[in-house]
C-alpha cells in the first residue's frame, strides 16, 4: 500500500523553529519528486514547496522562502521541511503529498494525513 | 504567486450535473496542461480526482471529468450522488516553476 505518514508537529512559539518529517512506503521513493502543502484552519490549499527526485530542483512560496527548508533523504524514504522564523500565519495542517513524475512538477497522487503546526506564544 | 480564482460554493440535486470554474492566466492554466482537481472531505486529506486537464485516475468514478478552454479548467459532476458534498480545489504549474491551487469549492447536494 502506498502511504505518507507526517510527524513533527506541534505548539511552538513565534520566532522558533519546528522540522517536519513524512516517511514514504510502498513506492520507489527516490522515482518521484515530492511537495509540502499546508491548510489554515477553515481555509483552503496553500502549496509551499516542492522537490525533485534527485533534489535538484527546489522551489518554494513566496511566503515561506528564506524561512523554509525542503530536504529528502532517499536512502530513508524521507522527506523533510525545516521551518524557522516561525509566525502566527504558518499555523496550519501541513501535508506531504507525491508528485506523479520525478522531476517537474505535475500533479498530487498519493497524500498523508497531515500534521498540525500551531505557532503561538 | 497568486491563487486560482474558484466560485467558494455550487449546488446541485441528486442526479443533476455541476460544473466548477477554475480561472488562472496564461503563465499558469492557459499555459500549461498540468491542470488537476482535488476532492476534501471534512477532516479528511485531499483525494485527486482529475489530472492533466481530463484524465481520470484508476478508482474515480466517470461521472468526474475536465476541461480547460484559454485560462479557465473546469470540472464537471454528473449524475451528483450524496457522497460528492465535499471541497474541491484546482491546481495547476505555473510558469515560475511552482505550484498553485485555487481558493476552492464547496459543493453542496441538496
Known amino acids: 500500500e502506498v502511504q505518507l505518514v507526517e510527524s513533527g508537529g506541534g505548539l511552538v512559539q513565534p520566532g522558533r523553529s519546528l522540522r517536519l518529517s513524512c516517511a514514504a512506503s510502498?513506492?520507489?521513493?527516490?522515482?518521484?519528486?515530492m511537495h509540502w502543502v499546508r491548510q489554515a484552519p477553515g481555509k483552503g490549499l496553500e502549496w509551499v514547496s516542492s522537490?525533485?527526485?534527485?533534489?535538484?530542483?527546489?522551489v518554494y512560496a513566496d511566503s515561506v522562502k528564506g524561512r523554509f527548508t525542503i530536504s529528502r533523504d532517499n536512502a530513508k524514504n524521507s522527506l523533510y521541511l525545516q521551518m524557522n522564523s516561525l509566525r502566527a500565519e504558518d499555523t496550519a495542517l501541513y501535508y506531504c503529498?507525491?508528485?506523479?513524475?520525478?522531476?517537474?512538477?505535475?500533479?498530487?497522487?498519493?497524500w498523508g494525513k497531515g500534521t498540525t503546526v500551531t505557532v503561538s506564544s | 504567486q497568486s491563487a486560482l480564482t474558484q466560485p467558494p460554493s455550487a449546488s446541485g440535486s441528486p442526479g443533476q450535473s455541476v460544473t466548477i470554474s477554475c480561472t488562472g492566466t496564461?503563465?499558469?492554466?492557459?499555459?500549461?496542461?498540468?491542470v488537476s482537481w482535488y476532492q476534501q472531505h471534512p477532516g479528511k486529506a485531499p483525494k485527486l480526482m482529475i489530472y492533466?486537464?481530463?484524465k481520470r485516475p484508476s478508482g474515480v468514478p466517470d461521472r468526474f471529468s475536465g476541461s480547460k478552454s484559454g485560462n479557465t479548467a473546469s470540472l464537471t459532476v454528473s449524475g451528483l450522488q450524496a457522497e460528492d458534498e465535499a471541497d474541491y480545489y484546482c491546481?495547476?504549474?505555473?510558469?515560475?516553476?511552482?505550484?498553485?491551487f485555487g481558493g476552492g469549492t464547496k459543493m453542496t447536494v441538496l
Open positions: 510502498g513506492f520507489t521513493f527516490d522515482d518521484h519528486a
Open positions: 492533466e486537464v481530463t
Open positions: 522537490i525533485s527526485w534527485n533534489s535538484g530542483s527546489i
Open positions: 496564461s503563465s499558469d492554466i492557459g499555459g500549461y496542461n498540468y
Open positions: 503529498a507525491k508528485d506523479n513524475y520525478r522531476s517537474g512538477w505535475s500533479f498530487m497522487d498519493v
Open positions: 491546481s495547476s504549474y505555473t510558469g515560475t516553476n511552482s505550484m498553485v
